[in-house]
Nanobody, 117 residues
Framework: QVHLVESGGGLVQAGASLRLTCAIS????????MAWFRQAAGKERERVAN????????DYADSVKGRFTIDRDYSKNTLFLQISTLKPEDTAVYFC??????????WGQGTQVTVSS
């Protein structure tokens, strides 16, 4: 059974940095594309960053380019999202997800990030 567990969220001031972690178990880690999504209150979920399984190609939403970095540690089966220069509009629940057959099939429970101005 596949499990994804996010951690690292919290309440921070604007301009701060955070590193979100997603611990993944139950699958062969390097065989899957992965992503981070976020959902702010009253808004639709959006994908903020993804990383490909073949060559590690990364892609980012325009709203986070230059501030967010997605990465993974194969030895620890862990996905990361490094966030710098946080803005109040980054406030959201952040989810990690694993892709298979062109859809994101497995999801974590989310970690709350709140940025105060």
């Amino acid at each position: 059974q596949v499990h994804l567990v996010e951690s690292g969220g919290g309440l921070v001031q604007a301009g701060a940095s955070l590193r979100l972690t997603c611990a993944i178990s139950g699958l062969t880690f390097r065989n899957y594309g992965m992503a981070w999504f976020r959902q702010a209150a009253g808004k639709e979920r959006e994908r903020v960053a993804n990383i490909g399984w073949v060559d590690g190609f990364t892609d980012y939403a325009d709203s986070v380019k230059g501030r967010f970095t997605i990465d993974r540690d194969y030895s620890k089966n862990t996905l990361f999202l490094q966030i710098s220069t946080l803005k109040p509009e980054d406030t959201a629940v952040y989810f990690c997800a694993v892709k298979t057959d062109e859809e994101y099939k497995w999801w974590g429970q989310g970690t709350q990030v709140t940025v105060s101005s």
